[in-house]
């Protein structure tokens, strides 16, 4: 390969290479972390299980938007989840339609329907849920097709002042229909020997590579990765996020993207980073597990307690991780009701142990929950 180039210019595109000897370990750790995961979850309930893997899809759903720059509402996220799981979470939040497409593209990808083929007209499916106004932004954009390039070539471009560098530039337009037809041949491909989990990185890595839409790739770049990781996996359910590891990761991970398309068709590098941030998304699924095992925990231990809806709902928030710090005025947004009502079902659950003071202050008191303890 000539230098500057990328590397779909070269002869050998798309076969990619990669040292599978020097993967055996990386592969056999993610292999060893999916089999203890597996072995934790085969000793919980299913009500149990469906709270793990609605708690992995709605994070999923939450990072693949975040390392994009765009913030969704958790709360929206996780009812839009538990709507489509039919999981019973209590009150559930307004209709968001940014939250709704992005979820229909990951359940969609990590569902029973990971088996079926990936066709055109699905990915143009995808699209067209997370765009379904036609425009990113500010800008209208080419929906449920392939780009065409008719504002220049699709290029990734970061500014400075009096500076602009191109990160990469993907194939003409032209040739979209062509590359698509191939890269999907190889991806609906039940006969491969290529181990599975390597699948799922070359897919994530040639889709984004081919960049063939205006706007959402690599969304939709993470999705085919998580429909390949699902199908490698050999279950619908997900029980760890592989885009909230790479959000902790997201410098490297768009370093290592750079770094491969424009080398050559060795992706050795590419997939040793990729079983990393499995394996560290595997072991972190351990810790959401920890907190799905704690709140059923929680809520044996306060059943005798008696808690009207207001409080259910709210303590419910704080079990599933209330971001900030809990007061009288916030309890009466959660709840829906005044602050007088608000104060008096804090300071039951204070009576019966369930809540403390963080500290005291007049105006600045705040509430935190009593994690689980014997008082309870």
């Not at 400075?160 to 698509?180: C, D, K, Q, S, V």
């Not at 005291?360 to 009593?370: D, K, L």
Request: net charge neutral; proline share 4%; hydrophobic share 40%.
């Amino acid at each position: 390969m000539k230098n500057g180039e990328y590397a779909w210019q070269s002869p050998q595109w798309p076969n990619w290479q990669y040292d599978l000897a020097a993967l055996a370990e990386p592969l056999a750790a993610v292999s060893r972390a999916q089999g203890l995961l597996l072995g934790r979850l085969a000793d919980v309930s299913m009500a149990l299980r469906d709270e793990a893997n609605m708690a992995a899809l709605t994070e999923d759903v939450v990072q693949t938007s975040a390392i994009e720059g765009e913030t969704l509402n958790v709360a929206s996220v996780r009812s839009s989840v538990a709507r489509r799981l039919g999981v019973d979470i209590g009150a559930l939040a307004p209709v968001d339609r940014r939250v709704e497409g992005v979820v229909d593209i990951v359940l969609d990808a990590t569902s029973t329907m990971s088996t079926t083929p990936l066709t055109t007209e699905r990915l143009f499916g995808w699209h067209a849920a997370l765009f379904p106004t036609d425009y990113s932004g500010m800008s209208q954009i080419r929906v449920g097709g392939w780009r065409d390039d008719s504002t220049g070539p699709m290029q990734i471009i970061s500014c400075t002042i009096g500076r602009a560098t191109i990160h990469f530039e993907a194939p003409p337009a032209n040739r979209l229909p062509a590359e698509m037809a191939h890269f999907l041949a190889w991806l609906n491909n039940t006969n491969s020997k290529e181990p599975a989990l390597l699948r799922a990185g070359l897919g994530h890595l040639w889709f984004v590579t081919l960049h063939p839409f205006d706007d959402g790739n690599g969304r939709i770049a993470r999705a085919i990765g998580d429909l390949l990781l699902t199908r490698a996996d050999g279950s619908p359910q997900r029980f760890y996020s592989l885009s909230a590891q790479i959000q902790r990761e997201r410098k490297a991970y768009y370093e290592i993207l750079e770094h491969t398309q424009k080398g050559d068709m060795d992706v050795t590098s590419w997939l040793k980073w990729f079983l990393t941030a499995l394996l560290k998304a595997v072991e972190q699924a351990h810790t959401t597990l920890d907190l799905v095992l704690a709140k059923a925990k929680f809520w044996q231990q306060a059943a005798t307690i008696p808690m009207n809806e207001r409080q259910i709902k709210v303590l419910n928030r704080l079990v599933d991780g209330f971001e900030g710090k809990l007061t009288t005025s916030k309890w009466a947004a959660l709840a829906k009701c005044s602050s007088d009502t608000a104060l008096r079902d804090i300071t039951e659950l204070l009576q019966h142990g369930v809540l403390q003071k963080a500290n005291a202050g007049g105006r600045s008191t705040n509430y935190e929950i009593c994690h689980f303890s014997e008082k309870v």
